[in-house]
């Protein structure tokens, strides 16, 4: 009998999610240490956060399963892991794509780079004067702390939206266009690709309000900075499989916030 998801690769992306987690709690604090130090927290900080570790893991648990689940009906899915869960090696399989999600990864970083520093910047400074410089002067972590939470963005972030988003409006796409065996079309495929990555640059506007005015530039900036990579990562997942995207998302968070610390 058929199981409903490969179970092996449910265990493999949930303990690879909480382990993420656990991985970007450094830098996470750093950033919000200004608002945790006013906030009067009844019980003991550790306690806490065990609390929120155990939260998230819960919801990247349904988020896989589910995610699995519409992967597996619209032909998408994660091959290493398939074949690692099987006993084989998987080798062949990374070398295919290693190059290109490597690169697709540095030249997300560098067009986010290019784009904030030549036009969203100046922008933004002759929009909201002083005010705009408080997007330069948040705190910025470690690049050890970044390294850590890179894993975040590489596993956890992959997970949410491409493997559960982006399966999930793929799949309700296929409802409207469809080919002939039930899957959906390519042009379904790039739309769910587009709406998951701007719902992600829509995911760190509360983040921004802390800091920064949010203005009709503030949102198209943080949209268009944050669908830049999460386009290409979607690109890589349908054609190579969610392992493609992940490598690609942790190699440009490695230039973003390890080398460049940004």
Sequence with gaps: MKTVINWRVFFILLIASVIAIIAILPYALELQSGVLEQLDIPIPFPILIAIQVIQSGLL??????????????????TPVLDAVARGESALNKVRAFLPISIGLGILASVLIIGLDAYIFQPALIQELGEKANALNLTVQPAAWKGFLASFYGG??????????????????GSFINKTKDGRPTNIIFWIANIL???LFGFGHLPAFSTIIPITTLVII???????????????????????????????????????LVL
């Design 60 to 77: 990247f648990a349904v988020c896989t399963f589910l995610g699995m689940l519409l992967a597996k009906r619209i032909g998408l899915g």
């Design 196 to 198: 998951a990555a701007i």
């Design 155 to 172: 596993i956890a972030e992959e997970i949410l939206l491409r493997l559960f988003v982006m399966s999930l409006l793929a799949w309700l």
């Design 221 to 259: 900036r943080t949209v268009i900075l944050n669908s830049i990579g999460g386009i290409m990562f979607g690109w890589l997942y349908q054609k190579h499989g969610l392992e493609s995207a992940m490598i690609a998302h942790f190699s440009a968070d490695i230039v973003l916030h390890v080398l």
